[in-house]
């Protein structure tokens, strides 16, 4: 199939899929016994921003599960104290993540979604704009926060898009 005569849920999901794979070669480099590091105070620490990276890709599974979401309900798993932890949360979410689009119609990646906190309403969104800015946006972002992290900490950084200084 050319990507000419792809669907978009194949589309995203071939795209999706290549960016966990880059992010949980990062995810792997993350040293446990510097979770609490933080290279500057309002930076978050190293352990809290590989947690949320493993947790955020979970936002296009809520926003199939109706026209709504009210985060305050949301249950996230306790915070992860270990690497491995937010590697088994992160092999978890992105199997569902990737399952959830392969069984996604385009029809419904073009309907809209509310997230809301309580009362206050944090924004309305087609699910094609969740998937694109929530999730694989959003990770892009705390992937390259991720890579400054370790290089600051001396972790051999691996290739992202290209080679790394780490791997050449």
């Known amino acids: 199939m050319s990507v000419a005569n792809s669907s978009l849920q194949a589309v995203l999901g071939q795209e ?7 992010t949980r070669r ?26 949320h990276m493993a947790n955020l890709v979970a936002f296009l599974e809520l926003s199939q599960q109706g026209p709504e979401t009210d985060m305050s309900t949301v249950q996230w798993p306790t915070a992860a104290t270990t690497t491995d932890e937010v590697l ?20 419904a990646l073009h309907g809209q979604w509310t997230m809301r906190v309580g009362e206050r309403v944090v924004g309305t969104m087609p ?10 946006n959003h990770l892009i972002h705390h992937r390259g926060q991720l890579s400054v992290y370790l290089r600051l900490l001396d972790v051999p950084v691996p290739s992202i898009y290209g080679p790394s200084a780490d791997e050449q």
Do not use: C, Y
């Open 127 to 136: 699910r094609t704009r969740v998937l694109r800015v929530l999730i694989l």
């Open 88 to 107: 088994s949360r992160f092999d978890v979410t992105a199997a569902s993540v990737q399952q959830a689009v392969a069984g996604i119609e385009d029809e």
């Open 16 to 22: 999706l899929k290549f960016e966990l794979n880059l």
């Open 26 to 51: 990062l995810l792997e480099r993350v040293p446990t016994e510097q979770f609490g590091w933080r290279p500057h105070p309002k930076s978050m620490p190293i352990g809290k921003l590989a947690w």
